[in-house]
């Protein structure tokens, strides 16, 4: 049986693996868990195509590293899982470097758990994913959904949509090279010119270094594209990964120690309007492409000694913002047989982020009006056309442009910088009272520490930053402070115990789960709230501070405050089998959201915490798996009190937040994947959403949105989609498609965004079929949106709002790849 488990924990390549395996989870003791003796032994076949439908309690799709690869090289794992029905993705790019929206459900990604080797990967302040930072898809073995749950001991804050669990692939036991080159461009209507793309991924694989097995692989990949709308900007990317894996004795237990680097420099891309509900968004395709309204490329105002220098656009347009990042992990899954009857996981993780976002703001070289340093929101009497929402940052007698006085409005570069230290623990141990019936206790840490700065840096004469990370070397004012436009640090605690019961009773599998998840945030505000959506005035200074709050007695001074929240989270899981090859499965889980960063240090205004979204979720479905299909069908009712909705604001450069109060959703998911004969593959999927929320949300003292009855923002109505795959010799061809429906750009439901049909088509073509020696070599042609469809893709969503900035969905691109190993 140990020899099962260690296929389940390790999740070994399809190469070396003669039984099946169960769907990846959270975390290794979640795999060992649910190891089921009936699905290992191999009595079903668990993958069709590269797609694997577990027969699990819970609504769970998988897909595979065969499938995965088919997709273009470097491609953001997120767009992949595209092909699972009640997942909707909008890529912002062709290439998955820039980023898009994502939702399970109808849930935007702040309300779904993803973890890659059992880490979260949600960002541990607000919660959201950032999907062109993902791991290179050449060392994922697979990427699994579970549709409206998760597991018991999985360290999340938020997770009511559902969890993606990434998981990366075993070191092979003989030596080997892997590489892919990759060069791709844009080629659609409206002539945008080269918009080029290049990559390159290598893989040494070290086999096995010693006769007790251990063994290990190393890898790295860079790219590099160009804007796709805008005749700036692009991406400039970096990633290495790496993985020693020991196995323990002969039964099963193993040690892996898996690191993960990934460097990104991208400037934001997107939309070229205002979409307010125009019947035809976009006349023409060219009206994509456009130049920058700021002349780029551009000089900003030069000083002039003795006068007070303005400001001109030059830097300032949303394209012309970095958003660059360094972010790393360290991962350790391990198992460990106590006794023939008792094992123990245990997986701690360590991870790291520096990041930021954002773009310009004005520096006055001297003082505010009222003699205050630091940055203020409130206008300059001076300069009254400023309208940014930045605020302006005042230097007190600094001379930011060199001119020799301190007189001059200069632009500055004034991101919102994140570093973020944050480790974890999964433990597990696991007792098996009988073949039949099993129990485990699990203990599940999670503890961030999230510091938010708002240094500015010096630009060049042509905008361009001197350093994308101005807080290595901020601007200081005149006492040798630098100037904030926020200033907080806060703390994410996450102690969670659960347990849970398994038992196989004849054809009948339960699970009986509780998870006691015990949230801590504590919050410290250096900086002054001026209202209750969380605005701040930072004044440098202790003596400023104690005269502007004097000056300003609403607001509230720099603070700190300590929110908890428990809860008891029960789920149960029934699966039947009817047949050998037929079961109906069902599923209820409680679960608990709890406010991200901005609610919480928005609520320090008004000395009230918001409350926590709480739901209950139940799944009712049916599978038939045989050696050639995977089908699944689910229905599923969700019910959710204070269903909070968030949405990225990128002038404020913050996420908003809103209470819509009790919400109802249901629908319905289905996938079938069938393979008739060994040359095809044919996968169909679809899914319906239905949304109602119960009541007006209340929006002043006396005033209402009117929402009650309508459907959330954000969520398609339905998908529906299709994969047809062929191997004809040495060509393997695929074509996929889907057609995502209309989505509402606001809760009230007067802005309507159309839906649109994305179609995609891969093409492998094998050199080994022509010469023996190069039977690991292939090229590979990728087209992504092959019809070119114009639509608007990734949007931020609103209670009222009666138009935002929205990004049009990535224009026909093509990547053609030469991938050789031996």
């Known amino acids: 049986m140990k020899f099962k488990f260690l296929l389940a924990a390790s999740v070994v390549s399809t190469a070396s693996a003669m039984v099946a395996v169960p769907a990846a989870a959270q975390s290794t003791g979640s795999l060992n868990f649910d190891d089921d003796v009936i699905v290992v032994s191999g009595a079903r076949s668990t993958d069709v195509g590269g797609v694997d439908i577990p027969d699990s309690p819970k609504a769970k799709v998988q897909l595979d590293s065969e499938l995965i690869l088919r997709q273009a090289p470097g491609q953001t794992i997120n767009d992949t899982l595209n092909l699972v029905p009640g997942v909707s993705f909008t890529n912002n790019d062709p290439f998955g470097s820039l980023g898009g929206n994502f939702t399970i459900r109808g849930f935007s990604s702040d309300r779904i758990s993803q973890t890659f080797d059992g880490i979260p990967l949600n960002d541990s302040g607000n919660y959201a994913l950032y999907t062109n930072q993902m791991v290179d898809p050449e060392i994922i073995e697979s990427a699994t959904v579970t549709l409206g749950s998760t597991d018991v001991d999985s360290p999340t804050a938020s997770a009511a949509g559902g969890t993606i669990n990434i998981r990366s692939k075993v070191p092979d036991d003989e030596f080997g090279v892997y590489t892919a080159t990759t060069y791709g461009n844009i080629i659609s209507r409206g002539n945008p010119g080269d918009r080029m793309m290049y ?57 892996s120690i898996a690191a993960h680097y990934n460097v990104n420099r991208n400037n934001f891309n997107g939309s070229p309007f205002r979409y307010t509900g125009e019947p035809s968004p976009i006349q023409d395709p060219e009206d994509r492409f456009y130049d920058l309204s700021d002349g780029t490329p551009c000089t900003v105002v030069a000083g002039v000694t003795g006068a007070q220098d303005t400001y001109n656009t030059c830097g300032t347009p949303f394209e012309r913002r970095y958003n660059p990042s360094n972010t790393g992990n ?39 009006v009222d003699g205050f340093t630091g940055v203020l929101f ?52 696991i007792y098996d009272i009988n073949p039949d019936h099993r129990v485990r206790l699990a203990y ?84 002054v709230t001026t209202d ?127 209470n819509l109060g009790k919400v109802e959703k249901y629908g319905v998911d289905g ?91 891969d093409a492998r073509l094998s050199l080994g079929y022509f010469n023996e020696d190069f039977d690991k070599a292939f090229i590979q042609i990728n087209v992504i949106n092959l019809l070119d469809e114009v639509y608007i893709g990734s949007a931020p969503t609103g209670l009222t709002t009666s138009g935002e900035f929205v990004n049009i969905g990535a224009p026909r691109a093509f990547t053609a790849s030469l991938i050789w190993g031996f």
């Open 532 to 658: 209750p959506s969380g605005n701040v005035n930072c004044i440098n200074g202790d003596d400023a501070l104690a005269d502007y709050l004097a000056a300003n007695p609403t607001f509230v001074a720099p603070t700190s405050a300590t929110y908890k929240y428990d809860k008891l989270l029960p789920n149960i899981g029934l699966n039947y089998d009817i047949t050998p090859s037929a079961s109906i499965f069902a599923s209820y889980a409680k679960n608990l959201s709890v406010p991200g960063t901005d609610p919480l240090y928005g609520s320090l205004f008004v000395g009230v915490s918001p409350v926590p979204e709480t739901s209950d979720s139940f799944d009712l479905g049916v599978r038939y798996q045989t050696g050639n299909i995977q089908a699944q069908v689910t229905g599923w009712y969700n019910r959710y009190n204070n269903r909070l909705a968030t949405a990225y604001d990128p002038v404020l450069d913050r996420a908003i937040t809103r």
């Open 671 to 761: 996938s079938i994947a069938w393979k008739p004969a060994d040359p095809f593959l044919l996968y169909v999927f679809g899914s319906y959403l239905k949304s109602d929320i119960d009541e007006d949300v209340q929006i002043g003292e006396d005033a209402f949105a009117p929402t009650a009855g309508k459907r959330e923002a954000g969520a398609p109505r339905y998908t529906l989609g299709a994969r047809a795959q062929a191997d004809l010799g040495p060509l393997e061809l695929g074509v996929q498609v889907k057609r995502t429906g209309s989505r509402f750009l606001n809760d009230i439901n007067t802005i309507e965004l159309p839906g649109y049909t994305v179609a995609d088509l």
């Open 444 to 527: 599940t840490l999670d503890h961030a520490r999230h510091r938010q700065t708002g240094a500015a840096g010096a630009l060049r004469q042509n905008a361009e930053p001197f350093d994308v990370f101005p807080a290595n070397d901020p601007l200081l004012d005149a006492n040798g402070v630098a100037p904030q436009k926020r200033n907080r640090k806060s703390f994410a605690i996450l102690n969670q115990i659960s347990a849970e019961y398994r038992g196989q009773f004849g054809d009948l599998t339960a699970t009986l789960g509780l998870r006691a998840p015990f949230f801590e945030r504590e919050l410290n505000q250096y900086c």
């Open 199 to 255: 990559r390159f991924f290598g893989k040494v694989e070290t086999g096995e270094l010693t006769p007790g097995g251990l063994k290990a692989f190393f890898s790295a990949s860079t790219t590099e594209n160009e804007s796709t709308f805008s005749n700036y900007g692009g991406v400039n990317k970096q990633q290495y990964n790496g993985k020693i894996f020991q196995p323990l004795g002969d039964n099963g237990d193993f040690i």
């Open 378 to 429: 409130t206008r300059d009497a001076r300069n009254p056309a400023r309208t940014s929402a930045t605020g302006y940052y005042y230097f007190g007698g600094v001379d930011l442009n060199g001119d020799g006085d301190t007189l001059d409005y200069v632009t500055i570069l004034s991101p919102s910088h994140t570093r973020t230290n944050r480790y974890g623990l999964i433990a597990n141990l």
């Open 330 to 368: 360290v991962r350790i899954n391990s198992l460990f047989t106590l006794s023939d009857k008792l094992t123990l996981t245990v997986d701690p993780n360590f991870q790291y982020v520096k990041a930021n976002g954002g773009g310009t703001s004005v520096g006055f070289e001297g003082a505010s």
